[in-house]
């Protein structure tokens, strides 16, 4: 059984940064690609960022290229989501999720290719 377990959300002024964490056990996690999702209020789940298995990677939505960076520590099994300049679009609930495929070749952007999801962590910006 696979758990992903998210932390360090919280409430932050605009132009203000947060560092997120996802936690994962129960599968090798060095051998999947790691993403990002959030979701507002009255939205879809949408994608923010992944990362390869093998870190040489990433991929960003276009909304928070320049400002967030994914990163990941294998022997820690967790990512990380550093998240600078931060802006009142960007509150949601954010989400990490693994890559159903083993060792994909490239990193992916839609929901239906990762099959594990954490419970979440939420993250307010005040303007």
């Known amino acids: 059984q696979v758990q992903l377990v998210e932390s360090g959300g919280g409430l932050v002024q605009a132009g203000g940064s947060l560092r997120l964490s996802c936690a994962a056990s129960?599968?090798?996690?060095?051998?999947?690609?790691m993403g990002w999702f959030r979701q507002a209020p009255g939205k879809e789940r949408e994608f923010v960022a992944a990362?390869?298995?093998?870190?040489?990677?990433?991929y960003y939505a276009d909304s928070v290229k320049g400002r967030f960076t994914i990163y990941r520590d294998n022997a820690k099994n967790t990512v990380y989501l550093q998240m600078n300049s931060l802006n009142p679009e960007d509150t949601a609930v954010y989400h990490c999720?693994?890559?159903?495929?083993?060792?994909?070749?490239?990193?992916?952007?839609?929901?239906?290719?990762?099959?594990?999801w954490g419970q979440g962590t939420q993250v307010t910006v005040s303007s």
């Open positions: 990362i390869s298995w093998s870190r040489f990677s990433t």
């Open positions: 999720a693994a890559d159903r495929i083993h060792m994909r070749p490239y990193v992916v952007d839609t929901t239906y290719e990762y099959d594990y």
């Open positions: 129960g599968r090798t996690f060095s051998s999947y690609t």
